[in-house]
C-alpha cells in the first residue's frame, strides 16, 4: 500500500491539492482544530442533516445525501462526481439524495466546468470524502458497541460488528460520526472492488427532465420578480450613444424601465473570463418576456463607432494589455490577413533538430494550408440569469460555468464583499464554452439593483448569437518532408488566428520526428473569443489529423500504420522535451480502433476516414464510414476508441463519446459564423446551420480501452478527431482533400 | 389585451394577454408551465414543440388568439410521472444530456408515434429533423422511439 501525502487548510479539507498521485492510503495532515470547525461539525437541526463533511449528510432516520459540487451542463458531473463519493462511503446508489452545492469556495475547490478536468482532478478528494465519513461512521460504532475499529465492517450503508452481530444504519450512527475525529489516514477501495463505479447509473435529474420539471435557469419564477433584456450593438465595432425614443417605449404595455448598463468599469483590471463583448448595452425590463420583446423591436438607440484603444487584462496571472482594434471587420479581410502572416515570420514555440536542413535534402516536400471560420455555440440555452440585488446582499442564480471566477468579477462591480454574494448554480441548456462568460450575470444584477427588484435577464437567441465569445478563426500551414525512403525527417507547423493562436506546440507528432518547428502568431480584432468545446483542439486536429493523412498517401503507407510508426519513434528515442501525451496509451487507442472498424479489411471496399487526437488528458481514435448519395454526405458509422482511464459511468462516457461525434461532425460540415462591415451574417437557426436528426451518423460505437489508471475527461477528447476523420473519408468518396472548414460549402 | 379560455393539460384556465401572444409565453410567463422551451422563437429549432388536439405544433409562432377551443399538452400534461412510453424510453436509453432540447424532442417524437406507430428511419428522420440538439444526441433519440414504438 503506498502512502499519499495530502496537504489540507484546515478549514476546508477537500480542497486537498495531491502532491503525489495514486495510492490506496491516504494520510490527512495536521487536524488539531477539525472537531469544532463549523463544516465538519455543523449539524443542522432545522433538517436534521449530520455533516460528516462537505460532500456527505446524513440524517439520524437514515437519509443519505451526497452533494455535487460542480456545474451540471450535460456532462453528467451531477451523477458521476457523487458515484465516486457513494462508492467509498459504501452506500446503495439507488437509495441516496443528490443535490446540487451551491457556489462555495470553503467547501469545494474547482467548482466549475471547463477543460473536461471534473472528473480528473475531482478523483482523489471525493474519494478521500466518502471514505472519510465511511471511516467516521465506524470509529461512530466502534466506540459506542465498545469494539476495535478494524472489526466494524460496512455493507450498503450499514455498520456491522460480526462477532457480536451488532448492526446499525448509517443514519443510526450519524449523529455520532460528526463527533469523531477526523481520521489522519483513511484506506481506499482497491480498483477490484468497486461495486458502484464503472457499472452505468441513470442521470440522477433523467425523470425530472423528461417531465418537464424546471431545471434549468431560464425556468426560474420567483415572487414579484421582473423580465429583463438587452440590446447590444449590432456590429463589432461599435459602441453605445444614446437611446432616441426611450420615454415613448416605456409607455408600451408592461415596460417598466428602459436605461443603458456599464458592465465592466474602466480601468478594472478584467481577469481571464470577463470577456464583455459590448461593455455598454442598453436594458428593457417589464412584466412579461412578450412584452418586453416588443419594447425591444420598437426602441430606437444610437450606435457611434469607437477608436482603438487597450485595456488591462489579467490572463490568469499573466498582465497584458489588450488591443481593441476600432473598425467593421469582414470575413474576407480576416482571411486576407491570416493567409498574409503565414507567409510572414511568426513566433518559435518549439524547435527540434533543423527543419530548414531536413526541407533542403528531402525527396518530397508536402505544404498545405487549413482554415476554419468563427463559431457560435450556440448552447439550446440561450443565456439567462436571475438576480436580486438590494443593499444588503445580492442573490443570483442561474447557468454559468465559472462561479468562482464571476462572483469576484461582480464583487468588484457591486463593491459589494463576495459574502454578501450568494451565487446558486442551476443545471445548463449546454455550455460548450460559451457559459464560462457570465457577462449576462453582470449585467442581470445592475439591472436589478437599479429597479429595486428581483429579475430574469433573457436573451433572444439573435441577442445569444450575436454577442461575440465566438470561437476564434484560424489558419495553419503544415510541411512535411519525407526522405527517400519515406521516412519523415522534418515537420514544420506556422498557425494563427484573429484573434488568438490555435498551436499546442508539443503535441504529436512532436518528440517523433527528429527535425520540428512549430511557430504561431495572432491578429487582434474587436470580434470577441471565447473556449468553445476542446479549445483550440478543435482546429489543430482537424488540420494536423487531415494532413497527417496527405503525408502517409505521398509516402505511400496506411494512415493507422504510418502514425503507429511515429508513435514507436517517440516511445523509443523521444526527441526533444515536453512531448505532451504518452506514446504507448495514443497507440492503443489506435489499435483498439483499427481492431473494431476492421480497418484493414475495410478500407479498401468502404470510404473510410481515420483520425486521432490527445487532448484534456485522454485519447480519442476514430474511423468514419461515408458516402455520397446525390451530392449530400450519408455518414453511415463511426468507431471510436478512447483512453480516459478508468471509466466512472459507462453509459453516461459512451454518450458524451456519441454527442461529441455527432456535434464536431456538424460544426465540421455546416458551422461557420462570417461578417459583413462588422455585422454577424448569422444572428438564428435559419442561417446558422447545425446538424439535425437526418444528417447525423447512423451509428456510432464506443469502446474504452480497459486500464486502472486515474480518470480523465470525457467532455472534450472525443471531439477534435472528429473534423479529420470525416476529411479524410471525404476525401475517399470523392476524391477531393477539404482544406477549408466548413466542409459543405466545398463539396460540389 | 384580451381574455382566452385555453384547455391546457386537461384543465380549463384563463389568461389576459395581448391576443398576439405567442403560446409559448403565455404557458412560461402567465401559466406558469416552464417545462416548455424557448430555443430560437421563429420555428427553427423545436425546443417549443406542445401538442395541439394531439399534433405537435411550436409554440413560439403560434398566437394564443389562433388557438381557439383546440387542446393544449405540454410536456408537464403528457403523463402523470413521466410514464407515457415515449418517457420511459427516454429514461431506457438515457437520452438527454444537457436536457434543454428534451422536453421538444419527446412532444415531437410522442406526436410522430400517435398518427404513425411504427416509423421508419427516414420517417422518423423528417419527423424529428426539426428539433435541435446540440449535445448531439440525435441517435439515442431514433433507438428511444423505436424502442417506444415496439411497446
Ligand atoms: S423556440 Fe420555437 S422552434 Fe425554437
Ligand atoms: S440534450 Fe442538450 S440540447 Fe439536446
Known amino acids: 500500500m503506498k502512502t499519499v501525502k495530502t496537504t489540507y487548510d484546515r478549514r476546508s479539507f477537500l480542497k486537498a491539492s495531491l502532491l503525489s498521485g495514486g495510492g490506496m492510503l491516504l494520510s490527512i495532515g495536521s487536524l488539531s482544530g477539525f ?82 478536468q471534473a472528473i480528473h482532478q475531482g478523483w482523489q478528494p471525493l474519494r478521500m470524502a466518502g471514505a472519510t465519513a465511511r471511516h467516521m461512521l465506524r470509529e461512530a460504532a466502534a466506540k459506542t458497541w465498545n469494539v476495535p475499529f478494524e472489526e466494524v465492517s460496512t455493507g450498503s450503508g450499514v455498520l456491522y460488528h460480526k462477532k457480536s452481530g451488532k448492526s446499525a444504519t448509517y443514519g443510526e450512527m450519524a449523529t455520532a460520526a460528526v463527533q469523531m475525529p477526523v481520521p489522519k489516514e483513511v484506506k481506499l477501495k482497491d480498483i477490484k472492488d468497486f461495486r458502484i463505479i464503472g457499472k452505468s447509473q441513470h442521470n440522477v435529474d433523467l425523470k425530472k427532465i423528461v417531465s418537464g420539471q424546471p431545471l434549468f435557469g431560464i425556468d426560474t419564477r420567483k415572487e414579484g420578480m421582473m423580465i429583463a433584456m438587452i440590446i447590444h450593438p449590432p456590429a463589432f465595432g461599435l459602441k453605445f450613444k444614446s437611446i432616441a425614443n426611450g420615454s415613448a417605449v416605456s409607455k408600451m404595455k408592461g415596460v417598466a424601465d428602459i436605461f443603458p448598463v456599464k458592465i465592466y468599469n474602466e480601468g478594472y483590471e478584467r481577469t481571464f473570463f470577463d470577456t464583455a463583448t459590448f461593455n455598454e448595452v442598453v436594458a428593457v425590463v417589464g412584466k412579461t418576456t412578450w412584452e418586453v420583446i416588443q419594447a425591444k423591436k420598437a426602441l430606437k438607440i444610437e450606435w457611434e463607432p469607437f477608436e482603438s484603444y487597450t485595456q488591462p487584462r489579467n490572463m490568469l496571472g499573466r498582465k497584458q494589455m489588450e488591443n481593441v482594434p476600432g473598425g467593421l471587420e469582414d470575413s474576407t479581410q480576416h482571411t486576407a490577413v491570416l493567409a498574409e502572416r503565414l507567409s510572414q515570420p511568426a ?92 457577462h449576462w450575470l453582470i449585467e442581470a444584477a445592475l439591472i436589478s439593483q437599479k429597479v429595486k427588484a428581483p429579475v430574469k435577464l433573457i436573451y433572444t437567441r439573435e441577442d445569444d448569437m450575436t454577442s461575440g465569445i465566438y470561437r476564434s478563426t484560424y489558419t495553419a500551414r503544415y510541411r ?57 483542439s478543435n482546429f489543430m486536429a482537424a488540420a494536423e489529423q487531415s494532413f497527417l493523412d496527405e503525408v502517409a498517401e505521398t509516402a505511400g503507407k496506411d494512415p493507422i500504420a504510418f502514425r503507429l510508426e511515429l508513435l514507436k519513434r517517440a516511445k523509443e528515442k523521444p526527441v526533444g522535451k515536453n512531448n505532451d501525451y504518452e506514446p504507448e496509451r ?163 | 389585451m384580451a381574455k382566452f379560455n385555453l384547455k391546457i393539460n386537461q384543465k380549463n384556465l384563463s389568461v389576459d394577454v395581448d391576443p398576439s401572444t405567442p403560446v409559448l409565453w403565455v404557458l412560461r410567463d402567465h401559466i406558469g408551465l416552464t417545462g416548455t422551451k424557448f430555443g430560437c422563437g421563429m420555428a427553427q429549432c423545436g425546443a417549443c414543440t406542445i401538442h395541439l388536439d394531439g399534433n405537435a405544433v411550436r ?84 433507438e428511444a422511439i423505436k424502442t417506444a414504438a415496439s411497446k
Open chain 1, 35 to 116: 472537531k469544532s470547525d463549523d463544516i465538519f461539525n455543523s449539524d443542522d437541526p432545522q433538517k436534521g442533516w449530520n455533516e460528516l463533511n462537505g460532500f456527505v449528510k446524513i440524517t439520524a432516520d437514515n437519509v443519505i445525501k451526497i452533494m455535487s459540487p460542480n456545474p451540471e451542463g450535460g456532462q453528467g458531473v451531477k451523477t458521476s462526481m457523487p458515484m465516486i463519493v457513494a462508492e467509498e462511503l459504501d452506500v446503495d446508489f439507488s437509495k441516496i439524495i443528490i443535490e446540487q452545492a451551491d457556489l462555495n469556495t470553503k467547501h469545494f475547490t474547482r467548482q466549475f466546468i471547463g477543460g473536461s
Open chain 1, 347 to 438: 513566433t518559435v514555440r518549439r524547435k527540434d533538430g533543423d527543419v530548414e536542413a531536413a526541407f533542403k535534402g528531402a525527396a518530397k516536400v508536402i505544404e498545405r494550408v487549413y482554415n476554419a471560420p468563427f463559431l457560435a455555440h450556440n448552447c439550446m440555452e440561450p443565456m439567462n440569469f436571475f438576480a436580486h440585488v438590494t443593499n444588503e446582499k445580492a442573490e443570483l442564480s442561474g447557468p454559468l460555468q465559472k462561479p468562482e471566477f464571476t462572483e469576484q468579477a461582480l464583487s468588484a462591480r457591486l463593491g459589494m464583499p463576495l459574502e454578501k454574494i450568494d451565487i446558486q448554480m442551476t443545471r445548463l441548456g449546454g455550455g460548450f464554452g460559451r457559459r464560462s462568460y457570465a
Open chain 2, 59 to 142: 409554440s413560439c409562432v403560434l398566437p394564443v388568439s389562433a388557438i381557439g377551443k383546440q387542446a393544449i399538452t405540454t410536456i408537464e400534461g403528457l403523463s402523470a410521472n413521466g410514464t407515457h412510453p415515449v418517457q420511459k424510453a427516454w429514461i431506457e436509453h438515457d437520452v438527454p444530456q444537457c436536457g434543454y432540447c428534451q422536453a421538444g424532442q419527446i412532444m415531437s417524437a410522442s406526436s410522430l408515434l400517435k398518427s404513425n406507430p411504427k416509423p421508419t428511419d427516414e420517417e422518423i428522420d423528417a419527423a424529428m429533423s426539426g428539433n435541435i440538439c446540440r449535445c448531439g444526441t440525435y441517435l439515442r433519440i431514433r
Open chain 1, 586 to 748: 495514443f497507440a492503443n487507442v489506435l489499435n483498439l480502433v483499427r481492431e473494431k472498424a476492421d480497418w484493414d479489411n475495410l478500407k479498401t471496399s468502404k470510404k473510410l476516414g481515420f483520425s486521432a487526437y490527445f487532448c484534456h488528458d485522454s485519447y480519442a481514435a476514430h474511423v468514419l464510414d461515408l458516402e455520397m448519395k446525390d451530392d449530400s454526405v450519408l455518414i453511415n458509422k463511426v468507431w471510436c476508441a478512447i483512453d480516459c482511464g478508468i471509466v466512472i459511468n459507462p453509459d453516461a462516457a459512451k454518450n458524451m463519446a456519441e454527442g461529441g461525434i455527432v456535434d464536431a461532425v456538424g460544426a465540421a460540415m455546416y458551422g461557420k459564423m462570417t461578417f459583413t462591415k462588422g455585422v454577424p451574417d448569422a444572428d438564428n437557426f435559419h442561417n446558422f446551420r447545425m446538424i439535425r436528426h437526418n444528417e447525423a451518423p447512423k451509428q456510432i460505437e464506443v469502446h474504452f480501452v480497459e486500464n486502472d489508471i486515474d480518470p480523465s475527461g470525457m467532455g472534450e477528447p472525443a471531439y477534435p478527431p472528429v473534423y479529420g476523420a470525416l476529411a479524410n473519408a471525404l476525401y475517399k468518396a470523392t476524391g477531393k482533400r477539404f482544406y477549408n472548414q466548413p466542409f459543405n460549402d466545398y463539396i460540389i
Open chain 1, 480 to 536: 512535411a518532408a519525407l526522405d527517400a525512403n519515406n521516412q519523415l525527417i522534418g515537420f514544420h507547423v506556422k498557425a494563427g488566428g484573429a484573434p488568438e493562436s490555435p498551436l499546442y506546440p508539443n503535441r504529436f507528432p512532436a518528440g517523433a520526428v527528429d527535425n520540428y518547428l512549430a511557430e504561431d502568431f495572432t491578429v487582434d480584432s474587436n470580434i470577441t473569443v471565447g473556449s468553445y468545446r476542446a479549445p483550440r
